[in-house]
């Protein structure tokens, strides 16, 4: 079992920046792949960035890509993204996921665990 609790989202204005964390608690953390997705009010929930156990591996949503970076730290349990250069259109909650499997993150809508969200919006 793996609880996922996310923090750092806030109100920024375009341009800006802001990092967000999650914290894992529960064994095995570094054998996940974690993620992050989001989800704008009135829109479906979407994939933003993915990274693999090792922190090898990274995938990202275009929109996001050159602006997002998602990295982990194995011995603190912890994913984090980074968001620089936001945009209005950035403006969701984001939620942090963990899944066993790598393969096809950004293609998939089901993960193994879910944290709560945190909310981000960019003014303009």
């Known amino acids: 079992q793996v609880q996922l609790v996310e923090s750092g989202g806030g109100l920024v204005q375009a341009g800006g920046s802001l990092r967000l964390s999650c914290a894992a608690s529960g064994r095995s953390f570094g054998a996940y792949a974690m993620g992050w997705s989001r989800q704008a009010p009135g829109k479906e929930r979407e994939f933003v960035a993915a990274?693999?156990?090792?922190?090898?591996?990274?995938d990202y949503a275009d929109s996001v890509k050159g602006r997002f970076t998602i990295s982990r730290d194995n011995a603190k349990n912890t994913v984090y993204l980074q968001m620089d250069n936001l945009k209005p259109e950035d403006t969701a909650d984001y939620y942090c996921?963990?899944?066993?499997?790598?393969?096809?993150?950004?293609?998939?809508?089901?993960?193994?665990?879910w944290g709560q969200g945190t909310q981000v919006t960019v003014s303009s």
């Open positions: 996921n963990a899944d066993r499997y790598y393969t096809n993150y950004a293609m998939r809508k089901t993960y193994d665990y």
């Open positions: 990274i693999t156990w090792s922190g090898a591996g990274r």
